[in-house]
């Protein structure tokens, strides 16, 4: 059964880098067809689609974060980690990954709150 759990400073300050890592236990985040993605949600809004790493290494991102965002990925951890630059208090919110499969957003982590603020 695969179970994916967020990491990362739950608090950070206005302009500095936001960067969390997702460790992915029970599967292998380089299996073929397996996406693997970063999703928010900011307090009293919805989800928002962050981005995702594929399980050949590519990329993609939300056109409206792309500027700020990059994902990445460590292989010999079993790990793939955001980094959200330039970050500003509208950033607040729970950060959760999730893999993805034929179109299917499961599993998820638990979701990390990270606040943005002096």
């Known amino acids: 059964q695969v179970q994916l759990q967020e990491s990362g400073p739950g608090l950070v300050k206005p302009s500095q880098t936001l960067s969390l890592t997702c460790t992915v236990s029970?599967?292998?985040?380089?299996?073929?067809?397996?996406?693997w993605s970063w999703i928010r949600q900011p307090p009293g809004k919805g989800l928002e689609w962050m981005g995702v790493?594929?399980?050949?290494?590519?990329?993609s991102y939300s056109p409206s974060l792309k500027s700020r965002t990059s994902i990445s990925r460590d292989t010999s951890k079993n790990q793939f980690s955001l980094q959200l630059s330039s970050v500003t208090p509208e950033d607040t919110a729970v950060y959760y990954c999730?893999?993805?499969?034929?179109?299917?957003?499961?599993?998820w982590g638990q979701g990390t709150l990270v606040t943005v603020s002096e």
């Open positions: 029970g599967g292998s985040i380089t299996t073929s067809y397996y996406y």
């Open positions: 999730a893999g993805v499969y034929s179109g299917s957003y499961s599993p």
């Open positions: 790493i594929v399980y050949d290494g590519s990329t």
